[in-house]
């Protein structure tokens, strides 16, 4: 059964700062997608980024990245220049490929607090 | 527009009383999803339903059922609510296209107190 794990509950820093977060994940497919997703304030949770486990460039998109450890099942999530509107609740996620493969899961995720 | 809605955004209810929970979107997006979420436990799955009448449990669906009779709308019903159920409740799209790496569409969620 596939499983989604966050180990930091929260993370403070301050502005302009990069913040690392951690997720690894089991399991079994071959072929599987990471994704990271952000719950606001208001209780929004918005997509942030997406990793494909057969590419093995790191994705990027704006100030977020990823770093696909593969052989360590894991994907942190890197904010580099933090912003105090980046305060939020930070969920790693995992969807499984193949025929069944359209069950997502989630990690207990991360909150992050940006400080001025 | 690209849009997943839920109502109501608020609910109280007694334990007992039946309880239904609505989400529409408007992407035409075949996979459809309950999720809840408690603090401490993230997201968790309750149903997905892959079109109309082809549901599937998640991770938790005791307590739950859903029903989805058109692509756009998919309900979750729980019968005879407990008081364990207070949670806040989302709901989900994604389109499927043959591969799984499509992101979600969330909408803004359900609070619900079952007192």
């Known amino acids: 059964?596939?499983?989604?794990?966050?180990?930091?509950?929260?993370?403070?820093?301050?502005?302009?700062?990069?913040?690392?977060?951690?997720?690894?994940?089991?399991?079994?497919?071959?072929?599987?997608?990471?994704?990271?997703?952000?719950?606001?304030?208001?209780?929004?949770?918005?997509f942030l980024i997406r990793q494909d486990s057969y590419k093995k460039e790191n994705a990027t998109v704006g100030h977020y990245s990823l770093n696909f450890q593969k052989p360590k099942s894991s994907i942190?999530?890197?904010i580099t220049a933090t912003q105090i509107e980046d305060s939020a609740v930070y969920f790693c996620a995992m969807r499984e490929g193949g025929t069944g493969g359209y069950k997502v899961v989630f990690g207990s995720g991360t909150r992050l607090l940006v400080s001025p | 527009d690209m849009k997943v809605t839920q109502m109501p955004r608020y609910l109280i209810k007694?334990?007992?009383?039946?309880?239904?929970?609505?989400?529409?979107?408007?992407?035409?997006?075949?996979?459809?999803?309950?999720?809840?979420?408690?603090?401490?436990?993230?997201l968790q799955l309750i149903y997905i339903s892959y079109d109309v009448?082809?549901?599937?449990?998640?991770?938790?669906?005791?307590?739950?059922?859903?029903?989805?009779?058109?692509?756009?709308?998919?309900?979750?019903?729980l019968d005879s609510a407990k008081t364990n159920q207070t949670s806040v409740y989302f709901c989900a799209s994604s389109p499927n296209r043959g591969i799984s790496n499509e992101r979600l569409f969330f909408g803004h969620g359900t609070k619900l107190s079952v007192l």
Not at chain 2, 21 to 32: A, K, V, Y
Not at chain 2, 66 to 73: A, I, M, Y
Request: aromatic share 10%; net charge negative; glycine share 8%.
């Open chain 2, 53 to 77: 009448d082809s549901n599937s449990e998640g991770d938790i669906p005791k307590g739950y059922r859903v029903s989805r009779k058109k692509r756009e709308h998919f309900s979750l019903i």
């Open chain 1, 1 to 46: 059964a596939q499983k989604v794990t966050q180990t930091q509950t929260s993370i403070s820093v301050m502005e302009k700062t990069t913040v690392t977060m951690d997720c690894v994940y089991e399991t079994q497919d071959s072929s599987y997608f990471l994704f990271w997703y952000k719950q606001t304030a208001s209780g929004e949770i918005v």
């Open chain 1, 76 to 78: 942190g999530l890197i």
């Open chain 2, 14 to 42: 007694r334990m007992g009383e039946n309880v239904l929970l609505e989400c529409g979107q408007d992407m035409s997006h075949e996979t459809m999803y309950w999720y809840r979420q408690d603090p401490g436990l993230g």
